[in-house]
């Protein structure tokens, strides 16, 4: 097997801006900044799609591109004109995932249904979709787990294939009849499936495997070899002679000889030369004289451009900038198209927690039963764009771009921006003063939700509902060290949010499953070590500390509580504390922070306080108003003791003068922001960290792991923490050891919902077992009446999209 490397076409310097920039379109250059410092500019023409659009799949004569949408709000299939780039008809699905595929007649259009467990069968007449037939697999969810995936036809329209992604098995059905006609089992998680020109070998990409198995339809036998990590889509060449493999994370394509089952090469579809994971390699096509490979980056949201001409010795030529996130990629004579299953933009939500209807001046208000506007998991809807296959020059124009949007290349990783003489180490290996991390990961708030009273930052007071009076400590936290009113999360929801929070990287299978069970559509909250496919590649942080031989130690952070506490990954065994309560609304932080300082004298005894410590304080989700639990306030406010008290003990101990805490939310989801969606408070304590300072320089969670990293000395794990910007601007090399003093509560820890009303009443439905189990726009909803009032009127928005970049100085995007 060969490893290519895709090499830059132009060598071009990252340059990180020392000024403040938010998300939105850059006037200069158009480009678009993302939350995460990535940015956008999309080659091509674009027609709007639905949320999530994961696969597109082209009708034998190129007459219909079928389009399915799965994710968190509506979800939906669309049939589309590819000529003419217009859409022909849509249609609401209740449930849906991934699967599609036309009958060779063009006739027919069967769409998986999810967690339904079946497969919908659409009649084609007159370009429109016609009232489903529906194929069963089994009962629906939760009794039965099944969800099918990819989906292949025969010519005849006589034999139905479908994987799936739940129970991990291959269907052979009869469509006409509609009935199972064999089962066979499969070793993992199934992505894709595709059949072979001579119908006699069905190829299927082994998701959660990271296999592709071969089905022989003659034999009934089934075969597999190793792929690479997270084998998603497949694509055939028109001969059936090479199957290409898009592995996720490895950032690469493994082209297969169908005739000897073997890998001729490996093709590396990242922008530099790296091991990190984070390009999410998902989705590709060929020109139509077979000789040209267009390969989606999903994360890196660009297009790999490779020569196959020759087979195992494929050339890079470039990349193609397109939308956030591509997840598919088809060829139409010389148009690609491309599925961007974010669009173009982030976005503020000031109207985030609440129920909201467009109005004629398109404003927004309160009271709609269309909850689903400015929700987070629903905001950003998905593109299809149309672009020209490109010629040479125009291939490298567009490279050009592509390194122009993004923050990362190989000498980053290796050294990170800083100044000399900072605590924060710039390289791995060099040494700081702070010896011990002790990172609080905390539940879903947005910065101006709790921090938009404070006049130093830009916050708006009218979204603010935990302010100063609520959170006494936090504002305290933020005064007396550092405000930094320009942090956003990475991630939409906890989902993903705790895998961007403790790996800089949350894969596809947590990308593209999360949006499922949040819409309340079935499905497992698989996303915190409970199930291997939701995985990175190379683990999470502590699994780093591990190869890297630094001490750590987790309170309640991917642990299952209760009397038989059991860690979910097997690096955190011997490294966490059994009493230390995981995701319970039951228990008040309070608790957890007592939990931890009992430990932690223990340890400090013996002197063996680990040097990184993940701790979950968590209340900050609150109940909602569900009867006789405590209230959203007194939820906060406990939150927000438990962290005072936990840095006042700490700083009272011998290793506070080599300590730093740092505290974030694991997302933003349950909240309004007037800047973005994802902008969430975030905050620091310790003797080297700066009092006094305010702070507007953009940051994210991926740059907290990689000032974490730097102080521990480890490398980064993923390109999003290698690229991201350390928070060297809060740290000072004259160390303040002043405790810190907490604040008492200013209101009533224990106060407990008493009302009986709708919001009440809605909140009796909710699972607040796990994290995010309770619908998240009926929760923020409530939430926000029982600080404002069951009646209370949301205030019109001053910002309904981007945030124009101030021309304050000239920016340097190269």
Same mark, same amino acid.
């Given at each position: ?681 975030? *905050? ?81 439905? *909710? ?48």
């Amino acid at each position: 097997m060969k490893q290519k490397l895709l090499l830059s076409i132009a060598a071009i310097a990252v340059t990180f801006q020392s000024f403040a920039q938010t998300p939105g379109k850059i006037a200069q250059t158009e480009q678009v900044l993302l939350p995460n410092g990535w940015k956008l500019s999309p080659a091509g023409r674009s027609l709007p799609l639905g949320d999530l659009p994961l696969n597109m799949q082209l009708s034998s004569s190129g007459k219909y591109l079928a389009v399915t949408n799965n994710g968190q709000s509506v979800q939906s299939l669309q049939l589309i004109d590819p000529k003419s780039e217009k859409l022909l008809d849509e249609q609401e699905l209740k449930k849906s995932w991934y699967g599609i595929a036309f009958s060779r007649d063009e006739k027919e259009l069967y769409a998986s249904g999810g967690n339904d467990n079946i497969i919908l069968d659409f009649h084609i007449s007159n370009s429109k979709l016609g009232k489903p037939d529906t194929i069963r697999l089994g009962a629906a969810w939760p009794k039965n787990k099944i969800c099918p995936t990819g989906i292949a036809v025969n010519k005849k329209n006589t034999i139905l294939y479908t994987v799936t992604k739940e129970d991990s098995t291959l269907y052979i059905i009869d469509p006409a009849r509609k009935n199972i006609l064999k089962r066979v089992k499969l070793s993992a998680e199934a992505y894709s499936c595709v059949l072979s020109p001579d119908e006699k070998t069905l190829y299927i990409s082994l998701w959660g495997g990271n296999k592709v198995a071969f089905y022989n339809t003659s034999t009934q036998t089934l075969t597999s070899i190793q792929a690479g990590s997270h084998p998603n889509e497949l694509l055939l060449n028109k001969k059936g002679t090479l199957l290409f493999v898009a592995n996720a994370n490895d950032n690469s394509v493994s082209i297969i000889n169908t005739a000897t089952h073997k890998i001729l090469e490996t093709v590396s579809t990242a922008l530099y030369p790296t091991h990190l994971t984070g390009s999410t390699t998902n989705g590709f096509a060929l020109s139509s004289n077979q000789k040209t490979l267009y390969i989606a980056n999903a994360d890196n949201n660009c297009l790999a451009v490779f020569d196959v001409s020759q087979p195992a010795n494929s050339q890079s030529r470039g990349f193609i900038p397109v939308g956030w996130y591509p997840t598919n990629v088809k060829m139409l004579g010389k148009k690609i198209l491309v599925s961007n299953g974010k669009g173009f933009k982030s976005m503020a939500n000031p109207n985030g927690p609440q129920p909201v209807k467009k109005t004629d001046n398109s404003g927004y208000q309160i009271g709609s039963t269309n909850r689903k506007e400015q929700y987070i998991g629903g905001l950003f809807k998905g593109t299809l764009s149309f672009i020209n296959a490109p010629d040479e020059a125009q291939l490298k124009a567009y490279t050009k771009q592509v390194y122009a949007n993004t923050p990362f290349n190989d000498k980053i990783a290796a050294e990170a921006p800083g100044e000399a003489g900072n605590p924060i180490p710039r390289k791995q290996g060099e040494k700081s003063p702070i010896k011990h991390v002790f990172y609080i990961i905390k539940e879903n708030r947005t910065y101006d939700q709790v921090m938009g009273d404070v006049a130093e930052g830009n916050g708006d007071t009218s979204l603010c509902i935990f302010g100063k009076t609520v959170t006494p400590n936090l504002h305290a936290i933020a005064k007396n060290y550092v405000l930094l009113d320009n942090f956003y999360v990475d991630a939409e929801v906890s989902a993903d949010g705790h895998n961007w929070s403790t790996a800089a990287y949350a894969t596809d299978f947590v990308e593209k499953t999360w949006p499922t069970s949040y819409g309340g559509r079935g499905g497992n909250y698989d996303f915190e070590g409970t199930r291997f496919a939701a995985y990175p590649r190379d683990g999470f942080i502590w699994d780093y500390c591990k190869r890297a031989g630094v001490s750590y130690r987790t309170y309640g952070e991917f642990v299952t509580d209760g009397e038989n506490a059991k860690a979910s990954l097997k690096s955190l065994e011997g490294h966490f504390c059994k009493q230390s309560p995981g995701f319970d609304m039951s228990v008040m932080d309070l608790k957890r922070e007592e939990v931890w300082a009992h430990d932690f004298d223990s340890l400090l005894t013996i002197n063996q306080v680990p040097q990184f410590n993940s701790i979950r304080i968590s209340n900050d989700h609150t109940s909602g108003q569900r009867k006789g639990a405590r209230t959203p306030i007194a939820c906060v406010a406990d939150n927000d003791l438990a962290v005072g008290r936990l840095i006042e003990h700490l700083s009272h101990s011998p290793i506070w003068k080599e300590s730093v805490v740092i505290v974030l939310e694991d997302d933003a989801q349950n909240g309004p922001d007037h800047v973005d969606a994802h902008r969430s408070p975030v *905050f620091l304590a310790g003797p080297y960290v700066k009092r006094n300072a305010v702070i507007h320089g953009m940051y994210s969670t991926s740059g907290v792991l990689r000032t974490i990293e730097l102080i521990l000395g480890l490398p980064p794990m993923s390109q999003y923490d290698a690229s991201a910007m350390p928070l060297y601007a809060c740290f000072t090399n004259n160390p303040d050891f002043t405790p810190y003093v907490v604040k008492p509560a200013q209101v009533d820890l224990d106060a407990r919902n008493i009302a009986d009303n709708e919001s009440s009443r809605r909140s009796e439905s *909710f699972n607040l077992a796990k994290e995010d189990a309770a619908p998240d726009l009926d929760l923020n909803e409530v939430v926000w009446k029982s600080v404002k009032g069951e009646n209370s009127i949301m205030p019109a928005p001053k910002r309904s999209a981007f945030v124009i970049l101030e021309k304050k100085k000239k920016q340097d995007d190269d």
